[in-house]
């Protein structure tokens, strides 16, 4: 949910809260009311202090905390969770709040936007509307998400005509989007499209039993079936904007308030406030994103460092081998060099010509030759950059 981050409590912490903080004071930290917090409490069996408590306190009379219980059921033993509200003009800039500001102020101070008696819009969404209503029975439409009654259809039909014609005059673009497989009137304001829709909502009656039905329960009493209510369309009319914000109002109702009619600047207001909604909900996500994207960069760069490290650490396993294997090599070259000056002395002095032993003597001296690495090293040191 945008705009909304949860804390969590445990019981006896939020019981500490409510008993030294007020509880409308707590409330404003929490944005919510003060009457919501303390259904939040009841609900996890949290006592809360009674009306005249903190006034009491604050005069300085005795007063009692009301002990913490162990919850009644075993399901609120766990976290208290509570959803606070965060204020969306918080990731706007100075820039972008102060733009949205004074088209909201404009907007409060426009002139009443009056509704035409008749038909005098010509929009081609209006006329589609038209024309889907009259195809089924001018109440509702398999095309368009109306639901309308005989009543009401051709006034819902002229107040979207004032609305679409403020549109024009604010440079608001009117287009239609698609949910549920059906088509709804939608508004671009700030770039940003809203969609809308306007409705006409069933009431419940207790259902009348027709002839027939009284036969039938008289004649088959525990038989006969009809139902216990009816749905009928009302005369009131409902001007919705068809969006979620945990904001801001976003349905226009007829009531002894005033008409839809006489909303529709407030609900010019409420669609720029939402449209500001949107404006800092995208900045948050593009925040979210380029923070993101900075983790992604770092973990992607302290990997790579990971495994040029690895890669130099084999390249160092490898190269001390070779040298090990070059020392073992020399020493065993050595080893035989001077096994051979050994002979050579020891011949020398028994047998100073002795073609055999020089032939020995010679072999032995190339064996010992080929044992030293000491040239193959210096090569491979030559051809290293």
């Known amino acids: 949910m945008p705009f909304v981050r949860t804390e969590r409590y445990s019981r006896e912490e939020l019981f500490e809260m409510v008993w030294s903080t007020p509880i409308d004071v707590l409330a404003k930290r929490f944005a919510m009311s003060g009457r919501g917090l303390a259904k939040l409490c009841k609900k996890h069996d949290i006592p809360v202090p ?8 604050a005069a300085g009379k005795p007063v009692k905390r009301t002990p913490l219980q162990p919850p009644t059921q075993s399901k609120r033993q766990g976290l208290v969770e ?8 918080r990731w706007l800039s100075s820039a972008e709040l102060q733009h949205f500001t004074e088209l909201i102020e404009a907007a409060k101070a426009r002139e009443p936007i009056t509704v035409p008696d008749r038909k005098t819009n010509r929009h081609p969404l209006l006329t589609a509307m038209r024309r889907s209503l ?16 005989r009543t009401t259809a051709s006034r819902a039909l002229r107040i979207l005509a004032a609305i679409f014609k403020e549109c024009e005059l604010l440079g ?24 809308i829709k306007i409705e006409t909502r069933s009431r419940r009656v207790t259902h009348v039993l027709t002839k027939k039905e009284r036969e039938d329960r008289e004649r088959w009493p525990h038989a006969s079936w009809a139902p216990k209510y009816d749905y ?12 979620y914000t945990p904001f801001d109002k976003k349905t226009f109702a007829d009531s002894e308030k005033g008409s839809v009619e006489a909303q529709l600047n407030d609900f010019f207001v409420t669609l720029l406030r939402f449209a500001m909604v949107r404006r800092a909900e995208k900045n948050r996500r593009e925040l979210e994103r380029q923070t993101e994207e900075k983790y992604q960069n770092a973990r992607a760069e302290e990997e790579r460092i990971r495994r040029e490290t690895q890669k130099k650490a084999a390249a160092d396993r490898r190269r001390r081998r070779v040298l090990i294997v070059a020392a073992e090599k020399f020493r065993r070259a050595n080893d035989l060099m001077a096994m051979v000056a050994a002979v050579q002395e020891i011949a020398s002095s028994e ?11 010679e072999y032995a001296t190339s064996v010992a030759q080929d044992l030293n690495p000491v040239q193959e090293l210096v090569a491979k040191l030559l051809r290293t950059p």
């Open 50 to 57: 009674e009306r005249g408590w903190w006034a009491k306190h």
């Open 82 to 89: 509570v959803h606070i509200r965060e204020d969306p003009r």
């Open 134 to 149: 009259k195809l089924h029975g001018g109440t509702a439409s398999e095309e368009f998400d109306l639901h309308l009654s």
């Open 172 to 195: 608001y673009a009117v287009g239609v989007s698609s949910f549920g497989g059906k088509k709804e009137p939608e508004i671009t304001v700030e770039g940003h499209r809203i969609p």
């Open 232 to 243: 009928v369309p009302s005369k009131r009319l409902f001007l919705v904007i068809d969006d």
């Open 351 to 361: 047998q100073p010509n002795s073609e055999a032993v020089a032939s020995r003597v």
